[in-house]
């Protein structure tokens, strides 16, 4: 089931940070079908929130602890029945794997990118609205009048340090999504609620209701979450559905 026919919640400020840089990157892999321009301008606006959200210090070290809480208790189903340890010892590896590059990256890996004459530019008024018209900043009209092939070969030098972080958020989103399986479950007249496991905390709650009319709106504390399932005829606000409403229903912890 792809990620996008679920409604997600993450759990905890790791994960929301993860979901996160996941977004950003998604920018510059789902961009083929959309006129170049448009694209390069999302690739852009992508570099600059995902320096905002590195910029902050911690943010490699986060998903690195997520890659270790990951591979601690992976370790722990070795030699239990029923378990594909062949599987399992390929995953710990990645795991590791990508642990050992990010421990690696030095603290000036990124700065390349950073210190980049364009994107420090831009940054400077990125949470301006519309601050980076191109009468604002006339460099980055400068910079689309460039060949295509100049300004693709500079988004991938200014992506490419980024290159193993994107590859850990994949993996560890992955690895979380696919930890539990779907429950068919029912919310009476549009609402649900369900207590969490505290002896193993939930990562990501991931809704999808079978009705394509409906949306969940997921809200989650420690020890239980709820769901009321909205309903938008129109342009009309939306309102809860007084009906009973099937979905599917994943509570992903690993």
């Avoid at 929301?16 to 690739?43: A, C, K, Y």
């Avoid at 809480?69 to 399992?88: K, W, Y």
């Avoid at 693709?152 to 399986?181: M, N």
């Amino acid at each position: 089931m792809p990620s996008s026919a679920f409604y997600e919640q993450p759990l905890n400020e790791r994960i929301r940070l993860l979901m996160r840089l996941e977004f950003v990157f998604q920018h510059f892999d789902n961009g083929e079908s959309t006129p170049v321009i448009i694209q390069q301008r999302l690739e852009l606006n992508a570099l600059l929130d995902l320096l905002d959200l590195i910029s902050r210090g911690d943010t490699t070290s986060e998903v690195v602890k997520e890659l270790e809480r990951i591979s601690n208790n992976l370790m722990l189903l070795q030699n239990i029945p029923g378990v594909d340890n062949a599987r399992l010892i390929n995953i710990l590896n990645n795991v590791d794997s990508l642990t050992t590059r990010l421990n690696k990256q030095g603290s000036r890996h990124y700065q390349p990118t950073v210190e980049a004459g364009l994107l420090a530019t831009l940054r400077r008024r990125h949470n301006v609205s519309c601050g980076n018209t191109e009468f604002d900043q006339p460099v980055l009209k400068h910079w689309f009048l460039k060949p295509e092939q100049t300004r693709r070969d500079q988004l991938s030098t200014w992506i490419e340090p980024f290159e193993t972080l994107k590859l850990a958020v994949q993996l560890v989103l992955q690895l979380i999504r696919e930890s539990a399986a779907t429950v068919p479950s029912v919310a009476e007249a549009g609402f649900y609620q369900h207590t969490l496991d505290t002896e193993q905390p939930a990562q990501i709650i991931r809704v999808c209701p079978n009705d394509p009319n409906l949306y969940p709106v997921i809200s989650a504390g420690r020890h239980r979450f709820t769901v009321r399932f909205m309903r938008q005829i129109n342009l009309d606000p939306a309102v809860q559905e007084e009906e009973a409403v099937k979905f599917r229903l994943i509570c992903c912890a690993i």
